[in-house]
């Protein structure tokens, strides 16, 4: 029994890792490249725990708990700065790298969200890394996840090999968000938002959120459609106030793209508003599908240009505002 | 025992391993062979391309027991030593890790001290661009005059990091992008070293996928060993990489030319259900509409396509202006950006295609002008007259500029316009009077009779032409009015007691104003000076004329400020300020 076992649909990542480590050629360091939630930690953690643990159930709960020496995952920080600073590598991380396993036959280093960990803008952990992570002691593993690799320096990218993960089936998220006691009702809009991520998924199906957000992104809707300046700056001013706003944005974008969708008469199923369907059509009868795509890279900009610590508020008007305005 | 991954396992150990940078090898060799070999170098170049491998090549080269010799023995301690990277005499340093002026006068302490068992001391500074500003500084003076036994070899991937002080103490070696053809060499001889078998198209799509970077390739090449069973397929390769086939490309490239929005979302959710990957796919997308450009534009064979290939590709632009393809272009490339960034790559390319398949037609520039054209006809004379307010000009004003001094005394009597004319100046008064006939429209309406307007107008030019050489002179006779003007006589009217006048009639002022008109005029005039009742008629003195010109100007300036399409924006959005505009005009 393979501790991969757990790893749903993800069949050619979990194949790839499996028959490298059947032949003996576990690469010295792995890039998991996919969307969040879809399993890339879960897979880095099991593949360590087969390699490890060698089957042993004691030493695979340690993994678990994260208290064996040879398995260590480094997190981006919780708050404030979240990327993992050169000093914190260098004399902390790094020189465990140096030293054989402590008990096993390999050591594991696993770095979730290696792109919040290592930003490009910021790079001299990144660059600290380089050595280490090309030419580790033998028997030293490194596995590194992302959703957006493409904000990792090319150096690291170039000495990672790459394993994609795809995003999660429709049976998987729902046999997932059932063992969760969560209701049918929110379990079907939950999982056609989360455009097949667990995590954001179980976010939206938990605690109703995602009839709140529904009704939101209508009334965002009714608003730009209708409302003067007065209005939608209250409306931003709302929207601002929310902890989950990039929740919220993403899911007025899954929105448009549903109004486009529907104005260019596309087999309605595949709506991630499907449930309210009637209410998506009739309102893409008065849009033009162009408008509507260009509203989806609208709300991008916004969420980027918040990424990037733009004002919150002003993004958030501007985005109202330019929703409202464009032909 | 542990595996080595491909790319260290076969790391180049001699110049002639090293694949495609013979520009670099070749210099070092014959650097090494002359005994000609600097002290400092700095290695500069994308990942991948082969920078630390020839750092390490050159010291072995240098301290090979056989050396210092352009091919290594690979056999001696030294080679052995540094290949497994325990040299005591070479060092290699991260310089991302050790980038403090502390590290580096660390390093500098031990420098002086003979090399313990090699011929040279060498150090070798990885990511050097990663040094603080002070390290670099620190570093300056052992680089430029080093001992006799110490060698510096500085790699990094961002060589402008590199201060210019320190460029210029280095010998650069700018290491180039590896051909795809040699990449693909390379490949085959390594999987032929390790006993695996490929298909000469999964190893051309390796090299391609690669871009230029062998340590890339040699990655790629180590996650398909693993999951290739016997041999390597291009399938298995298309499936790992997710790499979407021609045809899906070519059906995406066509829904969005043709325009078909249903089809590009119907294909990109064929590929997503494929698992492709949809950032590759962009820059596949891309690379064929750039394709697509180059072919439309007849500027020879883009891709080194097959024949069938090059049909599909030339049915696709057909009925396709080029500069829709150039517009398909640059909006693909902005939804390659907007993916990069975004947590759902396959909405931004779905709704990013979506938009450029359903984007509105271009129009030609000759069917615009046509349409333009009809909308002038319909808006009555005046409607498009009147919005261009006239050249209008301030009035002559003293100017010192020498050159304009210095070419007053060669003026011709007979007025020409000068060179400068091209450029509408306002130091250019002598001029023919027809030419001149808008120069005297007042904002008042007050007309003139032709006579006095040209007697005016020659005053106007006699007095601009004083400015410049008596301007307190030309100021006083600004206040007369000229009652006539000619090559014999000229009458000026001043005010009763007008203090101006007192001023013109001193014998000094006589003779100036003759000896401008007789440069102007061509003859020594009689000047007359009179002292009339006041409200003279509607002749006007030249400073009334000025005066009113100017107030012409500015209301068209207020007028032109309160017409500009914002200003009337602004006013649809606060209606309440109606008249209660306000224009400041600032002096020029």
Known sequence: MSALDVVKAQGAAVETLRRARELGRMASAYLFVGPSGVGKELTATAIATDAVAAGDPHVADRIEMGTHPDVRVFRPRDEGKRNIQVEVLRNEILPLAQFAPFEAESTFFIFPEADVSFPEFQPEAANALLKTLEEPRPNVHFILTSERPDSLLSTIRSRCQRVRFGRLPTVVLREILLKDNLPETSIAPAIALSAGRADVALELARHGTIEELTDLVFSVDDAVRESGPGTLLDFAEKLGRRDDLELALLAMQSFYRDLAISSLGDDPTSLAFSGRGDEVRRRAASIDCSAAAARVSLIHACIESMRQNANRQVALDSLLFGLRDVL | ?588
């Open chain 2, 1 to 588: 025992m542990a595996y080595t991954v491909l790319a260290r396992k076969y790391r180049p150990q001699s110049f002639e391993d090293l694949v495609g940078q013979e520009h670099v090898a070749r210099t070092l060799e014959n650097a090494i062979e002359s005994n000609r070999v600097a002290h400092a170098f700095l290695f500069t170049g994308v990942r991948g391309v082969g920078k630390t491998t020839t750092a390490r090549l050159l010291a072995k080269a240098l301290n090979c027991e056989e050396g210092p010799t352009p091919t290594p023995c690979n056999a001696c301690d030294p080679c052995r030593d540094i290949t497994a990277g325990v040299d005591v005499d070479v060092q290699e340093i991260d310089g991302a890790s050790n980038n403090s002026v502390e590290d580096v006068r660390r390093l500098q302490e031990s420098l002086p001290y003979r090399p313990q068992r090699d011929r040279y001391k060498i150090v070798i500074v990885d990511e050097v661009h990663m040094l603080s500003a002070g390290a670099f500084n620190a570093f300056l003076k052992t680089l430029e005059e080093p001992p006799d036994h110490v060698k510096f070899i500085f790699a990094t991937t961002e060589s402008h990091k590199v201060p210019v002080t320190i460029r210029s103490r280095c010998q650069q070696y700018d290491f180039r992008l590896i051909p795809h053809r040699l990449i693909a060499g390379r490949v085959s001889e390594i999987l032929a070293a390790e006993d695996l078998s490929a298909d000469e198209e999964a190893i051309s799509v390796v090299a391609r996928e690669a871009a230029g970077s062998m340590r890339d390739a040699l990655t790629l090449l180590d996650q398909l060993v693993a999951i290739s069973h016997e041999r390597i397929t291009a399938n298995t390769v298309a499936t790992s990489l997710g790499i979407a086939d021609r045809e899906a490309l070519y059906g995406v490239a066509g829904a969005v030319l043709r325009g078909d929005g249903a089809a590009v979302v119907a294909s990109v959710d064929g590929l997503a259900n494929r698992s492709v990957d949809m950032q590759h796919f962009a820059r596949q997308l891309l690379q064929l509409v750039r394709d697509l450009v180059v072919l439309k534009l007849d500027a020879g064979d883009p891709a080194e396509w097959v024949p069938e290939e090059h049909d599909a590709a030339q049915a696709l632009i057909d009925d396709v202006d080029i500069l829709e393809l150039q517009r398909v272009f640059r909006a693909t490339s902005t939804v390659m950006d907007e993916m990069a960034q975004s947590p759902n790559p396959k909405l931004m390319l779905e709704m990013g295609l979506v938009r450029v398949a359903t984007r509105p037609p271009l129009q030609s520039v000759a069917e615009l002008l046509a349409r333009l054209d009809g909308l002038r006809g319909q808006s009555g004379p005046g409607g498009g007259g009147a919005r261009k307010p006239p050249p209008r000009k301030p009035a002559p004003k003293p100017r010192k500029e020498p050159s304009v001094k210095a070419k007053t005394p060669e003026q011709p009597p007979e007025p020409e316009p000068e060179p400068q004319t091209a450029t509408p100046d306002p130091s250019q008064p002598i001029k023919p009077a027809t030419r001149h006939s808008g120069g005297f429209q007042t904002s008042s309406g007050d007309v003139l009779t032709p006579i006095r307007r040209a007697a005016l107008q020659e005053w106007e030019g006699l007095v601009s032409n004083l400015q410049r050489k008596q301007p307190a002179l030309a100021a006083v006779l600004e206040h007369g009015v000229p009652k006539a003007v000619g090559p014999d006589r000229i009458v000026l009217s001043f005010q009763d007691g007008s203090f101006y006048g007192r001023q013109a009639e001193s014998p000094d002022s006589i003779e100036a104003i003759k000896r401008v008109a007789e440069e102007q005029l061509g003859g020594r005039p009689e000047i007359e000076i009179r002292f009339d009742a006041p409200h003279e008629g509607a002749t006007k003195t030249v400073a009334a004329v000025a005066a009113q010109r100017k107030e012409a100007e500015v209301d068209a300036k207020r007028k032109e400020a309160l017409n500009h399409p914002r200003v009337r924006d602004a006013m649809d959005v606060f209606p309440e300020a109606a008249g209660k505009l306000d224009v400041h005009v600032e002096a020029d």
